[in-house]
Nanobody, 115 residues
Framework: QVQLVESGGGLVQAGGSLRLSCTAS????????MGWYRQALGKQRELVTT???????NYADSVKGRFTIFRDNAKNTVYLQMNSLKPEDTAVYYC?????????WGQGTQVTVSS
């Protein structure tokens, strides 16, 4: 079983920055994809960004140029650096790990951007 623990959410003013982290523990398989998704109040969960164990990344158009995903495979941790935050970035952010053994989600961390 894999557990994902997120941290780093909070309240920030528009234009500010936050860094989220997600650490995976348990039966970790090296070949996996980790990513961040978000769900705003009353909306569906959406992809923010993903990164493979080899370092290939994918971003939603809405965050390109502002958010950066990176990972430390030795620590089984993925990070999301969020810059130039906008009120529309307000959401619960979820970490996800996808591997051959299964699909796992973190509990979510709230990010609130005030205008």
């Amino acid at each position: 079983q894999v557990q994902l623990v997120e941290s780093g959410g909070g309240l920030v003013q528009a234009g500010g920055s936050l860094r989220l982290s997600c650490t995976a523990s348990g039966s970790i398989f090296r070949a996996n994809v980790m990513g961040w998704y978000r769900q705003a109040l009353g909306k569906q969960r959406e992809l923010v960004t993903t990164i493979t164990s080899g370092g290939s990344t994918n971003y939603a158009d809405s965050v390109k140029g502002r958010f950066t995903i990176f990972r430390d495979n030795a620590k089984n941790t993925v990070y999301l650096q969020m810059n130039s935050l906008k009120p529309e970035d307000t959401a619960v952010y979820y970490c996800r790990l996808t591997a051959s053994a299964g699909d796992y989600w973190g509990q979510g961390t709230q990010v609130t951007v005030s205008s």
